[in-house]
C-alpha cells in the first residue's frame, strides 16, 4: 500500500474514534435516590434506559465504577439492575452542600464504551435543629433602651433545602421579641429584641425559651434556654478595630499555627472595661479547625486544613465586656492550594492473560489518574517504567489505556509486572506509583525438540522380551497441555514393523522379543513426538539399534567332518620327521569379534606327545620322528576354542596311520596324472576285494587253528577296528593272546577326496612283526575304520607288544 494511502486511512479511523469517544462521553444517565435507603435498594434499571438486552451485560463485560475510593453501587449483569452496596447518608457523604450528587461510569468491552451515570441523593429529614449550647446567657445593662437587639446562637441543621432550618421562636414573656433575618449565605439566624426596659431591682434574671424549626414532614425541632442576666449600668461597648478580618491560610498549615488575633477595645474602666471573646454563628466544622482564646483574641489552627475539603471557612467572633455589653466582627479564612496530594491510580478494566500471539495495540487495561490538587498542583502524566513492549494511550476523562506496542513472547517473559508512575506538575512534584501484573498465555507455537539427532542404544542378543534399552527425550517450550509431549513409533512405508515398542508417556524403548546377532546387527526405527497444542506440534528422530553380540555359538568343525559317516585317516610315513605337516583343522564360529577368534589345542591323542596343534592356524604335524615303538593306528582328538566369555568349545576327532613302507606313486599328488580314472578306481576296488576276501578266510583258518592250541601271551600292541560288537569269542582270544598274526590290509578314502585319490596299501606282513599284526573275524563290512571321538585312555600300552584284558576292553570303538 502507499504511503499516502497508509496516512489516509490512519486519519479516517482516527476520526472514528473521535466521534465514537465522543459519542460515548456524551451518553449520560441521571436517576435520584432518596438517602438512607436501605442496603441494594433498586437505583435503575440501565438495559431499559440504553436501550439493550441483558445478555450484552455479560457478554460485553460490563461494570460500575463509582467515582472516588469507595465504590458505591452494584450492576447486575443478568438483569441490569444497578443497586446499592450500602445505605446512603446523605449529610455524611456531602456535608456541607446542598445539593448531593454521585457519579458513576459503566464500562463495556468488546467494543470499548464508556456510560456516565449521576445519582442525586434526595434529603430526607432525619435531623432534627441543634443548637450549639443548650443554654445562653446574655447581660442586658438594665439601663438598655427598648429595641436593642441581642444575637443570639443559631441553630444547625444538617438538612438541607425545605428540610433544613426554616424558622425560630420565642416563649411568650413581657420584655422580649425575636427578629429573624437572613445572611448572604442563606444561613437564617435570630436576634433577641429588647421591647420593654429592664428593671433589675424587679427582676435580677429572666429565663426564656428559644425553638428552631426546620420545615420537614413532620416537622423537627430543637431548643436552648436563654438567661437574661440584668446587669448595672455600663455606657459603652466594645469597639473592633475591623468589622472584617480576611485570613489566607496555606493548607498544610500545621496546627498552632495563628492565623489571626481579632481586638476590641472598651474604654470603661474596670470589669466593664475588660473584653473577653468568642465564637457565634460559626459552624461546628469551622470551630473544629481553629480555636479562639477568650482573653487575646488569638485564632490558632487546630485541625488539618484541606483545599480539596473546603476552600473557606467564615466565623463571627463575639466582643463582650465586663457590662455584658458585646460587639461582632467576621473573620474569612481563605485556603490556599498547596501540592500535599500524589495523583490516584484507580484501575478499572484488567484482562486476566492475553495470549503470546495477541497483535500489537491489544488493550491490556484501562485505568484513571487523580489528583486532589488544583491547576498545575492537579494536572497528571504517566509514564511505564523500563524498557517493556507496552505503551500508554491517553482517551478521555483522565483515563488511559494500556496497550501492547510489539510482538510477546511467553517463552521469553511469562509475565510482566509493568509499574505505572503518575507525575503531577506542581512546584514540588509528587507522584504515585501502580503495579499491574500481566500474564502471557501460551499459544502452541513450538515444536518438540530432540535433545540428540540419533539416538544410538545397545542390546546384547538373546535378550529377554520386553527389555527397556533406553529412552528418548524431547522437550517443549511451550507450557500446559502445549508442552505435553507423548511418542510414537513411526511407521516407515515398505519397511516392516520393527518389533520395538515405545513407551508413549516417558519415551522407554523396549525390544519385545529376543534378538539373534547372527540375524540381525542393526536397524533403524523412526520415533515421533508429538505436543498436547490444537493443532499439535510434532518432530522426529533416528533410533539406532545396535545389536551386540554374545558368545551363543559353539564353534563349527568343517574338516575333518564330524557327521556320521566313517571318519578318514591320515597317512604318515614312518621316516617322516619332526614338522612333518599331517593335516590342518578347519572350523568357523558364527559370533563376530573376539567371540569368533578361534584357538586349537590337542585334547587327547594316543600319544600327546608325538602330536603338535597350531594354536592359531589347526595345523596338526609331528613334534617329533617317529619310531618303531608308536603305535601303527594314532587317535587324535583337537579341542576347537573360542575367545568369547565364558568360551564355547567343539571338539575333532581324526586318526592317523604309521606306515613304514609308503609308496610315493600310490600317494594322492596333485600332479598325478589320471588319464584313465574310470579304469584305475575299478581295478582298485577288484584288488581290494580280493584282499578282504583273503583276509577273511585267513582270519577263520587262525581261530580254528588257535582254539585248539595252546594260548600264548599276547605280546606287542593290537588294535582292532570294526563298528559293531566284537565277537565273545574273539574277545576271549585276544584276552588269552592267542590271536594268531596273520597280513592286515587297509583302504581309506578321505572326505572330498576324488576317484583318483584312493590310497592303497600292499599286504605288511614282511615288514611288520609278527605281535603286530591282528586278526578279526566277520564279513568285510565289517572291517571299517573308527570315526568320532576318542577316549583318554586310547592310548598305547607301556609295554609294547602286550595288551591286557582290561587295556583291550578300554578301548574305544564307534
Known amino acids: 500500500m502507499h504511503p499516502l494511502e497508509v496516512a489516509d486511512l490512519r486519519q479516517v479511523i482516527f476520526f472514528i474514534l473521535c466521534v465514537f469517544l465522543c459519542r460515548s462521553a456524551a451518553e449520560t444517565l441521571r436517576y435520584s435516590l432518596a438517602e438512607e435507603m436501605e442496603r441494594d435498594s ?151 429584641v429588647l421591647e420593654r426596659q429592664l428593671d433589675r431591682e424587679e427582676q435580677r434574671e429572666l429565663n426564656l425559651l428559644l425553638t428552631a424549626t426546620d420545615g420537614g414532614s413532620p416537622p423537627r425541632s430543637g431548643t436552648a434556654q436563654i438567661r437574661i442576666v440584668v446587669l448595672d449600668a455600663n455606657d459603652n461597648i466594645p469597639l473592633f478595630s475591623r468589622e472584617v478580618y480576611e485570613v489566607h491560610l496555606a493548607e498544610n498549615s500545621p496546627p498552632g499555627q495563628l492565623a489571626v488575633r481579632v481586638t476590641a477595645a472598651d474604654p470603661d474602666e474596670g470589669s466593664y472595661g475588660k473584653v473577653r471573646y468568642a465564637f457565634t454563628q460559626t459552624l461546628e466544622r469551622a470551630r473544629q479547625l481553629f480555636e479562639l482564646n477568650p482573653a487575646t483574641g488569638e485564632i490558632r489552627v487546630a485541625g488539618n486544613l484541606d483545599f480539596e475539603e473546603a476552600e473557606n471557612h467564615k466565623m463571627v467572633v463575639r466582643a463582650t465586656d465586663g457590662g455584658g455589653l458585646s460587639a461582632h466582627c467576621k473573620v474569612q479564612v481563605e485556603v490556599l492550594d498547596v501540592n500535599d496530594n500524589a495523583p490516584e491510580i484507580a484501575l478499572t478494566s484488567l484482562s486476566a492473560s492475553i495470549p503470546e500471539d495477541a497483535p500489537p495495540r491489544t488493550v491490556v487495561a484501562l485505568f484513571s489518574v487523580r489528583d486532589r490538587d488544583s491547576g498545575d498542583n492537579g494536572r497528571t502524566e504517566c509514564a ?33 509486572n509493568i509499574t505505572i508512575t503518575a507525575t503531577d506538575w506542581g512546584m514540588m512534584r509528587l507522584s504515585s506509583q501502580e503495579s499491574i501484573f500481566v500474564q502471557i498465555s501460551d499459544v502452541n507455537d513450538n515444536p518438540p525438540e530432540f535433545t540428540q539427532e540419533v539416538y544410538t542404544m545397545l542390546v546384547t542378543e538373546n535378550n529377554s522380551p520386553m527389555l527397556r534399552i533406553g529412552s528418548v527425550n524431547a522437550t517443549d517450550a511451550d507450557a500446559g497441555k502445549n508442552a505435553r509431549i507423548s511418542y510414537a513409533l513411526l511407521r516407515q512405508e515398505g519397511k516392516e514393523q520393527p518389533d520395538v515398542s515405545v513407551n508413549s508417556e516417558n519415551g522407554d524403548v523396549y525390544i519385545l522379543r529376543p534378538l539373534d546377532y547372527e540375524e540381525v546387527r542393526f536397524f533403524e526405527v523412526a520415533v515421533g513426538a508429538a505436543d498436547g497444542g490444537t493443532p499439535p506440534l510434532s518432530a522426529n528422530v533416528t533410533v539406532r539399534l545396535l545389536v551386540v553380540d554374545e558368545n551363543d555359538n559353539a564353534p563349527l568343525v568343517l574338516y575333518p567332518a564330524q557327521d556320521s559317516s566313517p571318519a578318514s585317516s591320515e597317512l604318515v610315513p614312518m621316516s617322516a620327521e619332526a614338522g612333518y605337516l599331517i593335516t590342518k583343522v578347519v572350523a568357523v564360529d558364527a559370533d563376530s569379534g573376539q567371540n569368533s577368534w578361534l584357538s586349537y589345542h590337542l585334547l587327547r591323542a594316543t600319544d600327546p606327545g608325538l602330536f603338535a596343534v597350531g594354536a592359531q592356524s589347526g595345523e596338526v604335524w609331528l613334534r617329533r620322528p617317529v619310531t618303531d615303538r608308536d603305535a601303527m593306528k594314532q587317535k587324535l582328538v583337537i579341542l576347537v576354542r573360542d575367545n568369547g566369555r565364558p568360551p564355547l568349545s567343539a571338539t575333532a576327532a581324526l586318526s592317523a596311520l604309521l606306515l613304514k613302507d609308503f609308496s610315493d606313486v600310490r600317494l594322492p599328488h596333485s600332479s598325478l ?70 597280513y592286515c590290509y587297509e583302504i581309506s578314502l578321505t572326505t572330498g577326496s576324488g576317484n583318483s585319490e584312493f590310497k592303497f596299501l600292499k599286504p605288511m606282513v614282511p615288514s611288520l612283526p609278527p605281535q603286530l599284526s591282528a586278526m578279526g573275524g566277520g564279513t568285510d563290512d565289517d572291517l571299517h575304520f573308527p570315526h568320532g571321538p576318542v577316549a583318554v585312555e586310547d592310548t598305547a600300552p607301556e609295554n609294547p607288544g602286550t595288551l591286557t584284558a582290561e587295556q583291550f576292553h578300554s578301548l574305544s570303538f564307534n
Open 42 to 192: 433498586f437505583v435503575a434499571n440501565i438495559t431499559n434506559d440504553l436501550g439493550i438486552a441483558p445478555s450484552q451485560l455479560a457478554a460485553r463485560k460490563a461494570r460500575v465504577v463509582s467515582e472516588g475510593n469507595e465504590q458505591l453501587f452494584r450492576l447486575n449483569r443478568n438483569t441490569g439492575v444497578l443497586t446499592v452496596k450500602e445505605s446512603l447518608d446523605r449529610e455524611e457523604i456531602c456535608p456541607q452542600s446542598d445539593t448531593c450528587t454521585l457519579f458513576f461510569k459503566i464500562f463495556f468491552e468488546n467494543p470499548l464504551q464508556l456510560i456516565r451515570g449521576e445519582v442525586e441523593i434526595r434529603d430526607v429529614n432525619d435531623n432534627s435543629p441543634v443548637f450549639p449550647e443548650k443554654e445562653m446567657v446574655l447581660e442586658i445593662l438594665e439601663t438598655t433602651p427598648p429595641g436593642s437587639r441581642f444575637p443570639l446562637e443559631s441553630a444547625q441543621d444538617k438538612d438541607v433545602g425545605s428540610n433544613g432550618l426554616q424558622n425560630y421562636s420565642l416563649g411568650s414573656n413581657p420584655h422580649f421579641s425575636l427578629a429573624l433575618g437572613t445572611g448572604k449565605d442563606g444561613v437564617k439566624h435570630a436576634e433577641l
Open 384 to 416: 511505564i517504567d523500563g524498557d517493556l513492549p507496552f505503551s500508554l494511550t491517553p482517551t478521555f476523562d483522565n483515563y488511559y489505556e494500556l496497550r501492547t506496542n510489539a510482538a510477546l513472547d511467553r517463552e521469553r517473559t511469562a509475565e510482566y
Open 673 to 742: 596324472a589320471t588319464e584313465d580314472e574310470g579304469g584305475s578306481l575299478t581295478t582298485y576296488l577288484i584288488i581290494s576285494l580280493v584282499f578282504v576276501s583273503l583276509l577273511f578266510l585267513v582270519s577263520i583258518s587262525a581261530f580254528v587253528t588257535r582254539k585248539v592250541c595252546k594260548r600264548k601271551e599276547l605280546k606287542g600292541e593290537h588294535v582292532l577296528y570294526g563298528t559293531g560288537h566284537l565277537q565273545s569269542g574273539l574277545a576271549d582270544a585276544a584276552a588269552a593272546g592267542t590271536l594268531p598274526h596273520p
